[in-house]
């Protein structure tokens, strides 16, 4: 018997091994539910992540979320200022067409907020290929084409890269009425339901937790990015996000993916890092409601 589970522990080894030289990783999809915790989440991520083997749910105050481009979840952030008095009839004149109007970053560093000197590696790329400074991998214009393609497919559209991408503009019509209808379906929902759950692989917001050596911590979200919004409007306190990666901390910036990689500076990663943890948007999207307008651009028409 002690023979067998031996072998069979081997195995598993050589199996992640194997997989692991190709680029891929094995994980249980089921996560640990650590929402009745009496720990922060901070303390909680900072405790199991050298052990933890698989993703883990805990409960986050919205007050420490924050959106794919660092943003807090107030006003300042255009899903919830859109839904600041209920989802809009339309698009076209909402709060949203304004904001994706305004902000239109020219490169991939500008969604950063960073100068060239800050974020060479991402100075001459597309806005749509930024990258945080903590995110593995390189900044892949053409994954994010397809991902985009395929959440749309789900609502009946029929959209690509150049339609726009959700967190700044410009935006093609019906790319902004498919943010809007988004927006829409989960208020009505989460009104009448409450939010919920599930353990599926799309069943929950998922979040990097960030923290620093005097103890500040946020939640920086990598998708369900609406969900987290339309909590936010409707005043929920916090919100269930699964946890699958290992802590973002200040102090260890210099090992960051594109820091290590020569992508940004150390000095532009803190740059961006700080600006999270306060939850201020990136000046090119620091929505004001009195700046001039760009066009919205017309491109296909839904499925």
């Known amino acids: 018997m002690k023979v067998s589970v031996n072998l069979y522990a081997f195995a598993q080894s050589y199996m992640r091994r194997a997989f692991k030289a190709r680029g891929f990783q094995i994980r249980r999809t089921t996560p640990l539910d650590a929402r009745r915790s009496d720990d922060t989440p901070r303390d909680l991520l900072l405790r199991k992540s050298a052990t933890l083997s698989r993703s883990l749910v805990v409960d986050v105050p919205l007050s ?66 930024y990258t945080m400074p903590w995110w593995a991998g ?19 559209y029929q959209l690509s890269i150049t339609d726009g991408n959700k967190n700044y503009g410009p935006v093609s019509l019906e790319n902004g009425e498919l943010e809007i209808l988004r927006l829409t379906r989960l208020y009505q929902s989460m009104s009448l339901h409450g939010y919920q759950r599930h353990d599926g692989v799309d069943g929950d917001v998922k979040g990097m937790l960030l923290t620093d050596a005097g103890g500040n911590w ?12 339309v909590a936010a409007a409707l005043g929920l306190e916090s919100i269930p996000v699964r946890i699958n990666h290992a802590p973002v901390k200040r102090e260890e910036l210099l090992y960051w993916p594109q820091v290590a990689e020569g992508r940004i500076s150390p000095d532009g990663a803190l740059v961006v890092f700080d600006r999270t943890m306060r939850g201020d948007p990136p000046p090119a999207c620091d929505f004001r409601s009195d700046a001039p307008a760009a066009p919205v651009t017309k491109s296909s028409s839904p499925a």
């Open 64 to 129: 420490r979320c924050r959106s794919g481009l660092g943003t807090a979840l107030t006003t300042r952030h255009p899903f919830v200022a859109t839904l600041a008095d209920g989802p809009p009839a339309a698009f076209s004149g909402s709060v949203l067409e304004a904001y994706y109007r305004q902000c239109q970053p020219a490169s991939a560093a500008e969604v950063l907020g960073l100068p060239e000197d800050q974020a060479p590696g991402l100075s001459g790329l597309h806005a749509h290929a």
């Open 138 to 156: 390189r900044p892949d214009l053409q994954k994010r084409a397809l991902w985009r393609k395929r959440e749309a497919a789900q609502y009946g």
């Open 218 to 229: 946020c939640v920086s979200t990598r998708s369900g990015q609406h969900r987290v919004a």
